[in-house]
């Protein structure tokens, strides 16, 4: 996969995989993962605010069960893969999920860093549990009032026709298409007028097929600073110029 460079408010994202911020969705995933508190479907997340995985249906949002399967739905290698951790549904069918890859190496399509959602799938296996027709979910949940620079896109991983969505608050949807193979940032929602305990679901829908419906996510949750902000750091910064030059 070709790299590509976005600048976002001074942060740079390496292709759909790599990040080189800490304002993003997957380094909030990588670092749970990273720590005792993976098996925990809620964790720390970019400018102060939380991230949940889950899924979606019939208008509630649901976590995943905290603990590691069996008495939990997190698993240390998701599919069977090394390299994919996370959270998928206990049930005939493992969906819907919301998984990260923490190797180096590809895995069942995902990329290393990449978020791997994939939604619940009627009539896929031998048993439609209630989850069925589940989006795949992983929320922000916003802590600091504000404007917010939400950028990212969704990676077609196999070749199933899923509808993803970026959506306030469960109903509001900010973001809407069918999968798509770009490596290029797919939504840019700049300048989103965000109150503190706003919820931004980063969702993967089956779009009524039961095929092929992994899909890759990155995403960038940026708190834009205010004015005065931004004037209080340029003055800063022209402050450490002038000491500079007078040493």
Same mark, same amino acid.
């Given at each position: 996969?070709?790299?590509?460079?976005?600048?976002?408010?001074?942060?740079?994202?390496?292709?759909?995989?790599?990040?080189?911020?800490?304002?993003?969705?997957?380094?909030?995933?990588?670092? $749970?993962?990273?720590?005792?508190?993976?098996?925990?479907?809620?964790?720390?997340?970019?400018?102060?605010?939380?991230?949940?995985?889950?899924?979606?249906? $019939?208008?509630?949002?649901?976590?995943?069960?905290?603990?590691?399967?069996?008495?939990?739905?997190?698993?240390?290698?998701?599919?069977?893969?090394?390299?994919?951790?996370?959270?998928?549904?206990?049930?005939?069918?493992?969906?819907?999920?919301?998984?990260?890859?923490?190797?180096?190496?590809?895995?069942?399509?995902?990329?290393?860093?990449?978020?791997?959602?994939?939604?619940?799938?009627?009539?896929?296996?031998?048993? $439609?549990?209630?989850?069925?027709?589940?989006?795949?979910?992983?929320?922000?949940?916003?802590?600091?009032?504000?404007?917010?620079?939400?950028?990212?896109?969704?990676?077609?991983?196999?070749?199933?026709?899923?509808?993803?969505?970026?959506?306030?608050?469960?109903?509001?949807?900010?973001?809407?298409? $069918?999968?798509?193979?770009?490596?290029?940032?797919?939504?840019?929602?700049?300048?989103?007028?965000?109150?503190?305990?706003?919820?931004?679901?980063?969702?993967?829908?089956?779009?009524?097929?039961?095929?092929?419906?992994?899909?890759?996510?990155?995403?960038?949750?940026?708190?834009?600073?205010?004015?005065?902000?931004?004037?209080?750091?340029?003055?800063?910064?022209?402050?450490?110029?002038?000491?500079?030059?007078?040493?």
């Amino acid at each position: 996969m070709s790299k590509v460079l976005h600048a976002l408010a001074g942060v740079a994202v390496l292709g759909m995989g790599g990040f080189a911020s800490a304002a993003n969705i997957n380094d909030a995933y990588l670092a $749970n993962e990273a720590s005792a508190n993976e098996v925990n479907p809620t964790f720390a997340g970019p400018a102060g605010g939380t991230v949940s995985v889950g899924y979606f249906l $019939n208008g509630t949002f649901t976590l995943f069960a905290a603990g590691e399967n069996p008495t939990g739905d997190h698993y240390n290698a998701a599919y069977g893969f090394e390299e994919l951790e996370g959270f998928h549904q206990d049930n005939p069918n493992g969906i819907p999920s919301v998984v990260i890859n923490v190797g180096a190496a590809v895995a069942a399509g995902v990329q290393p860093e990449q978020i791997g959602l994939h939604p619940g799938v009627p009539g896929s296996g031998e048993v $439609n549990p209630p989850e069925a027709n589940a989006d795949g979910v992983i929320r922000y949940t916003v802590a600091t009032a504000g404007l917010y620079d939400i950028v990212g896109g969704f990676q077609d991983l196999n070749f199933g026709p899923t509808l993803n969505q970026v959506r306030r608050n469960e109903t509001e949807i900010l973001f809407s298409q $069918n999968e798509t193979t770009a490596e290029t940032p797919n939504f840019n929602l700049t300048g989103l007028t965000l109150a503190a305990g706003d919820r931004i679901d980063f969702a993967v829908n089956s779009n009524g097929d039961a095929i092929g419906d992994f899909t890759g996510l990155f995403a960038d949750v940026a708190l834009v600073p205010e004015p005065s902000s931004l004037a209080l750091l340029g003055l800063a910064g022209g402050a450490l110029l002038a000491r500079r030059r007078r040493a």
